[in-house]
């Protein structure tokens, strides 16, 4: 009994220095990335079978046996990540991401793109990337947004745990593709 207790100290400890050190520690059922996790473009997600590790350039993503590596959309233009969770519906794993990317001919200008991947077998799929806000830097220094338009994802029929998905950016809809 005594060793037991011993491994699982030694254990603790290495998973404790770890994130003292800044090394990503996976997430247990965490569905958000937090703003340090941003800022760094680091963080590690999982849910109901569903394991996501996100970089500033790949999503690696483990679904029952298989893992997977995909890369960041648009890694290149990303300037700073908003948002990244995943999000559980109609029986569907989806990943949610808000990013900032540069525009390639604006030095200041920036758009807020809201983007919704699903792993599908071993590779990521791209249901929407719509561009729900923009950004400058002003002549003081600050930053000057946009109003963000409003987004979501809903099942087309509530009760229905296959529904369709129905997603909205401001006054665009459209439906995800069925898997």
Known sequence: ME?????RAVVWGAVLAMAGAGASVPALGREACRS???????CDLKMKGLSVGFS???IRFTSGPWTSIGDFPSHDKVSEWQE???????GRSL??????????????????HWIVLEPQKRDLVVHVDEVIGKRTLGPN????????????????????PLSKI????????????DR
């Not at 604006?106 to 807020?112: A, C, H, Q, S, V």
């Not at 000057?144 to 029929?157: A, G, Q, R, W, Y």
């Open 84 to 90: 990244v969770r995943l999000k559980p519906l109609a």
């Open 36 to 42: 340090k996790e941003l800022k760094m473009k680091d």
């Open 166 to 177: 129905i997603w909205s950016a401001g006054d665009r809809r459209g439906v995800l593709k």
């Open 141 to 160: 220094g600050k930053t000057i947004h946009d109003p963000f338009e409003k987004t979501s994802l809903k099942p087309e029929k509530k009760k229905d």
């Open 95 to 112: 990943i949610v991401l808000k990013v900032w990317e540069k525009k390639p001919d604006e030095i200041t200008l920036e758009d807020l």
């Open 3 to 7: 060793m037991i207790f011993k491994k």
């Open 56 to 58: 500033a350039e790949k």
